[in-house]
């Protein structure tokens, strides 16, 4: 069981969607999910809602596992609603690069940010 928070982040986080108690499942990673996709079963769908701003959100996914505790985000942009006004701010989201050089490996902890 996990439980998922979605908010926009910025100044002040705001709070969209909650859920607790979703009931999640282990699912094995194929050898060319890189390629062909990992095929796995959604836990959760969540709709996003047409009242939601333009704006980098984050899901939160808590999970307590006997005293452990885990948590993980996962950073996603809405785009703004067709006709709305054009801003002159680019975001450039190096996820790839991000995950391409901060495996854990052996150590953990050290990390390499880009």
Request: proline share 6%.
């Amino acid at each position: 069981m996990f439980d998922v928070r979605i908010y926009r982040d910025g100044m002040r986080a705001e709070t969209v969607f909650e859920r607790s108690g979703v009931a999640g499942q282990r699912q094995q990673t194929p050898d060319r999910a890189y390629r062909d996709g990992c095929g796995w079963q959604p836990s959760l769908n969540v709709k996003v809602d047409e009242q939601w701003p333009s704006g980098g959100y984050l899901v939160e996914l808590t999970c307590t596992d006997g005293t452990n505790k885990r948590v993980s985000h996962h950073w996603f942009a809405v785009r703004p609603t067709a006709g709305e006004g054009k801003s002159r701010v680019l975001l450039v989201c190096a996820t790839s690069t991000w995950s391409a050089r901060s495996s854990p490996g052996p150590n953990p902890r050290a990390m390499a940010w880009t």
